[in-house]
């Protein structure tokens, strides 16, 4: 179980990294049902990326994988071409990240949105990475 305090470490990692790289962006973190745990939206950061936000978290719990990594099912010539449409809209691009214990289980997912993508992915990186260092 992905508990608060968990979900404020995650969250307070990825506002640093973003701080640092000078992004603001939104921070969406979802436990293993896929329901909001804990967010954050940064000064400046542009409303149209809450969704966004969501939808990578949203994306990554679902098929436990990187959500970048679910464009290979679902792009054009894909085993499941349009599989981004489904659960009511899905983010296949970088920016969500599966959080997994140390046993592999799935605990949750973090999504950010608000830079590029290559920026958003640097940003979850360091979020999941103060999961797994917990």
């Known amino acids: 179980m992905l508990t608060t305090r968990e979900a404020k470490a995650i969250i307070s990692a990825a506002e640093t990294k973003a701080n640092t790289i000078n992004v603001p962006v939104i921070i969406a973190i979802l436990d293993a049902g896929a329901h909001l745990k804990a967010f954050l939206r940064m000064d400046g950061a542009v409303l149209g990326s809450i969704d966004i936000a969501t939808k990578k978290a949203r994306t990554a719990v679902l098929f436990e994988i ?65 999961f797994t260092n917990k």
């Open 66 to 130: 990187n959500s970048e990594l679910v464009w290979e099912y679902c792009k054009p010539g894909a085993p499941a071409p349009c599989l981004e449409l489904t659960n009511d809209g899905l983010a296949p691009f970088a920016g969500g990240i599966p959080l997994k214990n140390s046993d592999g289980v799935l605990q949750g997912a973090v999504g950010v949105s608000g830079g590029s993508v290559a920026q958003d992915f640097e940003i979850a990186q360091a979020a999941a990475a103060a």
